[in-house]
């Protein structure tokens, strides 16, 4: 198992930029897949960004991708989510996740940390 606390979330005017940071524990960290996933008030949670197990492959929601970067570090056990040219639209709660399967569906991810505000004013 592994337990998931985000942080580094926060106020940030469009355009700016935010790094948040998931920091992770338990005995199996590095084989599983990490994730971002984000939810709005009302709205569902989607789907981010996800990282492979050895940081070889990354995945991007089309909404986000050219802005946002994955990144894990298996040996500090954090996994970190690079936000640039941030738009209103991005304003969520942001959750890191870790599991396996497909990469982009909520249903493969076991594990979930408690969130993290990150709010995009104009």
């Known amino acids: 198992q592994v337990q998931l606390v985000e942080s580094g979330g926060g106020l940030v005017q469009s355009g700016g930029s935010l790094r948040l940071s998931c920091a992770a524990s338990g005995r199996t960290f590095s084989s599983y897949t990490m994730a971002w996933f984000r939810q709005a008030p009302g709205k569902e949670r989607e789907f981010v960004a996800a990282i492979s197990w050895n940081g070889g492959s990354a995945y991007y929601a089309d909404s986000v991708k050219g802005r946002f970067t994955i990144s894990r570090d298996n040996a500090k056990n954090t996994e970190y989510l690079q936000m640039n040219s941030l738009k209103p639209e991005d304003t969520a709660v942001y959750y890191c996740?870790?599991?396996?399967?497909?990469?982009?569906?909520?249903?493969?991810?076991?594990?979930w940390g408690q969130g993290t505000q990150v709010t995009v004013s104009s």
């Open positions: 996740a870790a599991g396996s399967g497909r990469y982009s569906y909520v249903g493969s991810y076991d594990y």
